[in-house]
Structure formats: C-alpha cells, structure tokens
C-alpha cells in the first residue's frame, strides 16, 4: 500500500481477483484435456486378445465300402477348454472329394456349402465340456483309394485341426 492518501490502492488483492478466473479456467481445461487423451488412449489400444478354445477332434470312417452304398463320414469335436469355443465350423476337403457327391449332413440345420472342392458345416458355439457331432453321407460312381481330410476351426482358436482320412471304394 502506498502512504499518499490520494493514491491509496492495494495491488495485492486487485491481482489476485483479475487472475483467479483465468487459473479456474486454465485448471479446468488441463483436467478436460487429461481426460480425454486418456480415454483416446484407451479407445486406441488393441483389444484384449479373446480366450483361445481347446478343440480335440476324432473321425469315424469306414476302411472300405462299396460302391453302390452309401460313405458315411462322422466327425467328433469335444471343447477341452473352460470357455465357450465361438463359431466351430467343420469342413471336408481334399482332391478325391470331387468323386463323390454329398447326399445329407446331418444336423441338417449346420450345412453350409458343398462344393466339390469341400464339404462344410457351421455347428456353432460349443461350451466348455461340450460334444458334439456332424455326419456328412457322400455316395460315389467310381472306385478307388480316397485320400480327404477333416479340418476343424473356431472363431476363437489358434491353430487349424487337421485330421485325415482315408478310405477305399470297391466295386
């Protein structure tokens, strides 16, 4: 404070009420602006990897079968894993499976597509614990060895299951 009662002011409290607006809106801005750079942060990282699913397979075929019967081809999945495996799809293929033509898939709600390229069936979700079965019918105008293979997928599994198959046509 100055002693001259003509210029009597106090420069303290003066400053401090003209700079006290503009730190509350300094301090408000920066807690906005870490706020959203860490919720961009978050929209922006890589999602948590899913929980793989552990699938064991096993095929059911017969050695030899005639021609005039039918080959029925039945493939298991068992999930050995705790958690749901998502979207497990079981599919033929192989280059002899364009001497045989697919007849039936049975459940038939799971058929998909048959082309003579493959043979596949969407069986859906499968949960922890849980079996389940397709059987693909296929009958066959030629004779001979057939050499396919059963693959087995799941939106949630790591590796392709693969497992052969084999079997022979006699007249």
Do not use: W
């Not at 019967?69 to 499976?97: H, M, T, W, Y």
């Not at 019918?137 to 198959?165: C, D, P, Q």
Request: aromatic share 6%; hydrophobic share 45%.
């Amino acid at each position: 404070m100055l002693n001259c009662p003509e210029f009597a002011t106090c420069l303290t409290p003066g400053i401090a009420q003209a700079v006290a607006p503009f730190l509350r809106t300094a301090a408000i801005g920066i807690a906005v602006g870490l706020a959203l750079m860490f919720g961009l942060t978050r929209l922006a990282a890589p999602p948590a990897p899913p929980e793989e699913a552990s699938l064991r397979t096993s095929v059911s075929a017969p050695v030899t079968v005639f021609r005039e019967e039918e080959l029925e081809i039945k493939v298991f999945v068992l999930n050995q894993s705790d958690q749901p495996a998502r979207e497990v799809r079981v599919q033929l293929s192989g280059r002899d499976l364009r001497k045989l033509t697919c007849q039936d898939v049975d459940p038939p709600d799971c058929f998909e597509e048959a082309i003579p390229q493959r043979v596949s069936a969407l069986m859906g979700d499968l949960g922890p614990g849980e079996i389940t079965a397709v059987t693909f019918r296929f009958t066959s105008e030629s004779i001979g060895r057939l050499n396919l293979a059963a693959y087995v997928t799941a939106a949630n599994l790591a590796k392709l299951h693969t497992t052969e198959i084999k079997c022979e046509i006699v007249p």
